[in-house]
């Protein structure tokens, strides 16, 4: 029997590429791809969690003397009451809140006075939404599991929305139809282009930047598809490693467990695969941001064909927040910042930036390093992608992301214009184009984020933060977002929140002529910006939220199948999917990522229409 070890994984070639399907089933033994760093994450994250306590080992001397014991002895109840009696995700979310609350006024009592809008936003907000989490904790609890809604949620996916994600299945063709083919197939030349001969005035004016409106659609619909990872089956390989680390099977092998977690590993992208490769591309997961089935990140690169004009490009690209998923709504809800200027500058809010880079644990028990899966894993393809493609070029990185998604992508583009030689010189960094993006740092944050985009100032690089409308989450957290305010705004006022990059805001059709409104945030240069749309598809004349011809719905399977409260409700509806979402506030609704791209595509037939391209 072949042995699988991760002591001796290192990534293969992937060989020839073609556009015949792969035995999928079987490429995760064979096939190129950074999911096998997702087990390698998984087996070191089940080690810190069942090889807790004190064992002496061979050769540890053991106490001798009466004081030796009692320092044995306390040493031994506090780490087995630590890992036993950890808390839970939202309380830890609660500690740190109050934690933070308490800090707040020690060290700065007078700000109720200096500071009596900031102070009121403390002592109000922090204790409501804690206090809301948790009503919403129990209440999602109480409805997934015991009023069957992860059965009715799972159900309703399967019966009307192609088995996809609640992000997408209200418009599945978003990601399944011949337009969104041919759109991203189009636009892929694009991506393997040096940023110079993608800039429509090569002159000596290092003011002008191109927003293209193809490749903002491209990444809406692959911040979009990255959602359809199965996290149960990451969930699954968890647990199996976990009990094959508790119990010693004797009936398993190590090599048998670990390709057994391989492939639940590999299984849980298949649906990002396959669809990613109608448009020309291929995908693997990189890191799961110390969570689990939770934030993840992957890497998009192009299919390689002897016959096609395509330089290589790698997009990386983060998921955003699953409706469902609690624990991501803890990293969302996490208002208080933390110091960055470990990996960036200024302070950025604590959960994105904990999610994404290693925070220094008094305890040491939390060792994980996302930020150096993503950098080691850019670094390998990259040298793959030049070997394939028989170049010596830079390979082309761009950064995408929706919702939280959003918020890791402006963390990690931040780290890259602060050092790019963490990726160069086998990359070179591109645009960043992310969907629904809250703010993540305070004034120092932006201000700096602003100073690094000049430096030097023939660096093009652009982080695009693309706002649909009435989008309420690129609105929070609630800050002043101004320059002259957060030059007297102390460090811990509550709003001291501050947007970066360049905003492009798809306007209201009857407020606005133009689709598009772009500006640069509080603290960012004002540049000249040119729209244009580099893909020549087009689409046809069916609107992107009707149906398509080559998708059908089955609706067929027996209420039965379904809760008995929700029975009556599905009788007398055909898809209960529009209905649902007919409830939605419309800043909600806005949010959708499938919205994001209608305001697009309106966008790209204005800029056609006017001939700005």
Not at 243 to 249: G, L, R, V
Request: proline share 6%; with cysteine.
């Amino acid at each position: 029997m072949m042995k699988h070890s991760l002591k001796d994984y290192t990534f293969k070639d992937d060989g020839p590429d073609n556009d015949a399907t792969p035995d999928d089933d079987h490429e995760f033994l064979n096939m190129d791809n950074c999911s096998q760093q997702h087990f390698t994450e998984l087996l070191s994250q089940s080690k810190q969690t069942h090889l807790k306590g004190l064992h002496p080992r061979p050769g540890m001397p053991k106490p001798q003397t009466f004081v030796e014991y009692i320092i044995y002895t306390f040493h031994y109840i506090q780490q087995k009451t630590s890992s036993k009696y950890r808390p839970s995700g939202y309380w830890r979310y609660a500690i740190g809140v109050y934690k933070n609350l308490f800090l707040v006024f020690y060290f700065n009592w007078f700000a109720i006075f200096t500071s009596p809008l900031s102070s009121m936003a403390f002592i109000l907000v922090y204790p409501t939404l804690s206090s809301a989490l948790f009503a919403f904790e129990v209440g999602l609890k109480i409805f997934m599991d015991y009023l069957g809604g992860a059965k009715l949620v799972e159900r309703i996916s399967q019966d009307y929305g192609h088995n996809f994600s609640i992000i997408n299945w209200g418009a599945p063709q978003l990601l399944l139809s011949s337009d969104t083919r041919r759109l991203i197939q189009t636009t892929l030349p694009v991506l393997g282009k040096t940023a110079d001969a993608t800039q429509m005035k090569g002159d000596v004016d290092h003011r002008h930047r191109t927003f293209d409106i193809s490749i903002a659609e491209t990444m809406t619909v692959l911040s979009s598809l990255i959602y359809e990872r199965q996290d149960k089956k990451v969930t699954k390989a968890f647990k199996a490693l976990s009990d094959f680390n508790k119990t010693q099977n004797p009936k398993q092998t190590s090599e048998q467990i670990e390709l057994k977690i391989k492939r639940l590993i590999w299984e849980s992208e298949k649906t990002i695969r396959d669809i990613a490769r109608t448009y020309g591309l291929h995908f693997t997961g990189v890191t799961e941001l110390k969570s689990l089935g939770g934030p993840f990140c992957g890497l998009y690169w192009p299919v390689h064909n002897e016959n096609d004009d395509l330089d290589p490009f790698i997009i990386v690209s983060f998921k955003g927040t699953t409706p469902q998923n609690y624990s991501e709504f803890l990293v969302d809800a996490t208002l208080q910042r933390t110091d960055a200027r470990a990996f960036l500058f200024g302070s950025a809010h604590e959960g994105f930036y904990d999610s994404l880079f290693p925070t220094s644990m008094i305890s040491g028990t939390d060792s994980r390093d996302p930020y150096y899966a993503i950098q080691s894993a850019i670094e390998e393809k990259a040298r793959q992608l030049q070997k394939k493609f028989k170049t010596r070029k830079p390979v082309q990185v761009w950064v995408s992301g929706h919702s939280l998604g959003a918020s890791l992508g402006v963390l990690l583009f931040a780290r890259w214009l602060k050092c790019p030689q963490d990726i160069e010189p086998l990359c070179e960094l591109r645009d960043a184009y992310l969907i629904g993006t809250p703010a993540v740092g305070d004034n120092d944050f932006a201000s700096m984020f602003a100073s690094h985009t000049n430096a030097p100032m023939t660096r093009s690089s652009t982080l695009w933060r693309i706002i649909n409308k009435s989008d309420i989450v690129c609105r929070i957290p609630l800050g002043y977002n101004n320059r002259t305010v957060g030059h007297y705004l102390p460090t811990t006022d509550f709003f001291n929140y501050s947007h970066v990059g360049h905003a492009v805001q798809i306007t209201h059709p009857m407020l606005n002529q133009k689709p598009l409104d772009i500006y640069p945030s509080s603290y960012q240069t004002n540049l000249d910006v040119d729209v244009v749309v580099s893909s020549p598809y087009s689409p046809s004349h069916r609107k992107t939220t009707g149906p398509d011809p080559d998708m059908s719905i089955s609706s067929k399977d027996p209420t039965v199948n379904y809760p008995w409260w929700f029975r009556p409700f599905l009788k007398r509806v055909i898809n209960p999917i529009p209905f649902i979402e007919s409830f939605y506030p419309f800043f909600i609704r806005d949010h959708i990522p499938i919205h994001y791209f209608e305001g697009l595509e309106n966008a790209r037939g204005y800029y056609k229409k006017e001939k700005h391209v």
